[in-house]
């Protein structure tokens, strides 16, 4: 290897001068330091001057050494450019590893393309895996969580709101770009060429392949994280982008067979599926002396009523985990309430965030048990046309509508809310909601109830309504001080933990807000049925944890970790309906148990979903309730009939979201907004 400088040359001043007044030009723009700027025009100088010889003998050598330079270098500007300072000290050494095996499987994927020049192929790799990395920093400012493999079938909608947002280049972009102009300017002084191109493509293939099946088994039970910034820094940018990929292609089940998805078309869209039977179990294995899944309507027949669901964020029960005393109730309302009601509690398959799972647990009746752990339905699965709880309204002539009082990008509500076929959204950037009715940072649950009280008193004489509001009030992050809010007016015995204060000052406030809620709703003439419940369990200091069960969330039964899953829900009517305690369903249960109370007639999967009740009375992405058994079971430990109507649920389940060229237009027919059957 040789190594001379030409300092005078017309070329590289030239080159030296273009390349400084762009860095000039974004370190302005950025409102960087100057010092940086001036570290890379005395290196730029010296590299543009610069020229290498290598040896020809030795071009595996020096493609090693630039590949692998390469990919940690690129690995860092990707990881620098996405995360401020604190965020990248929380990435793992062992985490940027793997990253880097992954931008090292990009290089030799370039290196397909541009064989006999490595150079080419690093300055590809780089460029493009810097540009997407501005991409994913760009996404997450625009929506607040990050690029993600399914936004490619959704790339069209996100370039058509673009031109409504502002970019702006921050300071680690500026760095990243310079740095970047530094490295490719090296790349282009060291030529490295192959003479021949066919072996190396074998020996790029070997490689490529050693590097997907290590990067595939170091990965295996590592989990998609796709809320804020959790995926770039818990695993990296690269990596959890291939973990995207990876989960976004569920495989069919083993016994998965058409023909049966047929013979169960057959039994639930006749009207042999709705006989009664005598008695069940309910998920405590005790007879309930009546059919808890046969839920029947008392009201008056053509009458419909006002639907009203709230899902409510972090809504939960914490004497589920373990007994423990108050200064005073949290939920005094709320735990007062029969008359009229079906009450409970429901199994979520989250705990502690992901909430856009429970809500499409409770629309579409199917559950996180078939689907990858960490995986977000929302951000991940759901396509144009899917079947739910709004479909079937939509059928019924009712005018669909979804509230939310935060951003409309959370989750992709703005895209996944009109393929869910809702007629109205309404979300806290559009200005429906008043952001000055806020509860620490958040606008609070009152505020979301007015407004559905609003629309209620807006509605048409013969208009039929069905609202979903989620709320935002209760939502994570318990221990900083605000000045509006009194964090300490419901404590718990001791008063050590003052997360868990704070939380349960925040449900008595929802408390009050449903008591005002209800109170309303009950003196209307028009019959209103609301469904209430908490979306998962919050995330609490884990010694309080400790103190209700004395082992925290360590080595727990399979029953014990499950009421950690556990949260309340009610089902209230303002006219006269059955009464009942349901001592544990699940979330996927709910719109089935809703529909049947309003005396909706329901469809297929809605009555199959009815019957599996009986035998399976609650799932989530743990485990199920056996009957049998009295307790919780993992899927795999399922024998006898349990088993056979877990096959059949997720024989459905895939058949649903992932079988679309033999969707059962039996169990999943999808009504627009506009009530019209889509093909």
Same mark, same amino acid.
């Given at each position: ?82 995360? =401020?300072?604190? #965020? ?64 490619? *079938? ?25 740095? !970047? ?54 695993? $990296? ?14 495989? @069919? ?19 042999? /599926?709705?006989?009664? #039977?005598?008695?069940? @179990? ?14 029947? #309507?008392?009201?008056? *027949? ?16 914490? #004497? ?28 979520? !398959? ?40 709004? !479909? ?36 806290? =950037?559009? $200005? ?17 109830? =007015? ?31 605000? /000045?509006?809010?009194? *964090? ?52 609490? =200091? ?40 349901? !001592? ?88 627009? *907004? ?6």
């Amino acid at each position: 290897m040789e190594i001379s400088f030409r300092f005078k040359e017309k070329k590289n001043l030239i080159c030296y001068a273009v390349f400084l007044g762009i860095g000039l030009l974004l370190t302005v723009l950025a409102q960087a330091s100057f010092r940086p700027l001036v570290l890379f025009a005395i290196l730029y100088f010296f590299i543009c001057s610069m020229r290498v010889r290598l040896s020809d003998k030795l071009p595996w050598l020096w493609t090693g050494i630039l590949f692998g330079v390469g990919s940690i270098f690129t690995t860092y500007c990707i990881q620098y450019c996405i995360l =401020d300072p604190q #965020s990248f000290e929380k990435t793992s050494d062992r985490t940027l590893f793997l990253n880097v095996l992954c931008v090292a499987f990009i290089y030799f994927i370039c290196h397909l393309i541009f064989t006999r020049k490595p150079g080419r192929a690093a300055t590809l790799a780089h460029c493009f895996l810097v540009v997407v990395a501005f991409i994913d920093y760009f996404v997450y400012l625009f929506r607040e969580n990050e690029l993600s493999f399914s936004d490619l *079938s959704s790339s069209g909608t996100g370039l058509s709101v673009l031109a409504h947002y502002r970019l702006q280049l921050h300071v680690r972009g500026v760095y990243v770009i310079l740095g !970047s102009i530094l490295f490719l300017a090296v790349i282009r002084r060291c030529d490295i060429t192959f003479q021949k191109a066919a072996m190396h493509r074998v020996i790029d293939l070997a490689v490529i392949a050693i590097l997907f099946l290590y990067v595939h088994g170091a990965a295996e039970n590592r989990e998609t994280q796709t809320w804020e910034l959790k995926g770039s820094y818990q695993n $990296g940018f690269m990596l959890n982008y291939y973990l995207g990929i990876r989960d976004s292609f569920v495989s @069919a089940p083993d016994d998965y067979d058409l023909e049966k998805v047929e013979e169960l078309e057959k039994t639930y869209s006749s009207d042999s /599926s709705d006989s009664e #039977s005598e008695g069940t @179990a309910d998920a405590s294995g005790s007879d309930t002396g009546a059919d808890e899944s046969q839920i029947t #309507s008392t009201l008056d *027949s053509g009458k419909k009523p006002v639907i009203i669901t709230i899902m409510d964020e972090s809504f939960a029960d914490l #004497s589920t985990v373990g007994e423990f005393e108050t200064n005073q109730e949290a939920t005094p309302f709320i735990d007062s309430l029969k008359e009229n009601t079906i009450r409970g509690y429901a199994l979520s !398959s989250v705990y502690g965030a992901k909430t856009p799972n429970s809500e499409w647990e409770y629309m579409t009746g199917n559950s996180m048990a078939w689907l990858p752990s960490g995986s977000v339905v929302y951000e991940q699965y759901l396509q144009k046309n899917p079947f739910s709880m709004v !479909s079937t309204l939509n059928a019924e002539g009712y005018t669909t509508i979804a509230m939310h009082p935060y951003y409309s990008t959370g989750w992709k509500r703005n895209t996944n809310y009109p393929k869910l076929g809702f007629d109205e959204q309404h979300f806290m =950037d559009d $200005g429906y909601f008043d952001e000055t009715n806020i509860v620490r940072d958040y606008i609070t649950d009152q505020e979301l109830f =007015d407004k559905i009280i609003n629309r209620y008193e807006q509605k048409g004489e013969d208009e039929n309504l069905f609202i979903m509001g989620i709320t935002m009030q209760n939502h994570g992050g318990y221990e900083d001080y605000y /000045s509006n809010f009194n *964090s300490n007016e419901v404590t718990a015995e001791g008063g050590r933990f003052n997360d868990v204060d704070q939380y349960l000052s925040l449900i008595h406030e929802t408390d009050n807000a449903v008591k005002n809620l209800i109170t309303y709703f009950q003196s209307v003439d028009q019959p209103v049925e609301i469904i209430f419940f908490g979306d998962h369990q919050p995330s609490l =200091d884990s010694w309080f944890y400790y103190t209700l069960n004395g082992k925290g969330m360590s080595g727990l039964t399979m029953d014990e970790m499950e009421n950690f899953y556990k949260v309340p829900f009610f089902i209230w009517t303002n006219w006269d309906s059955q009464e009942r305690e349901v !001592s544990c369903t699940s979330l996927n249960y709910l719109s089935t148990m809703a529909l049947q109370v309003a005396g909706i007639d329901l469809p297929a999967y809605n009555k199959f979903l009815a019957e599996m009740r009986e035998h399976i009375p609650a799932i989530n992405s743990r485990g199920y309730y056996s009957i049998s058994q009295q307790k919780f079971l993992h899927f795999e430990d399922a024998v006898g009939e349990e088993q056979e109507w877990l096959d059949n649920y997720q024989m459905l389940q895939y058949n649903c979201m992932f079988d679309k060229k033999h969707r059962s237009s039996v169990f999943f027919p999808y009504y627009d *907004s506009a009530g019209n059957l889509v093909e």
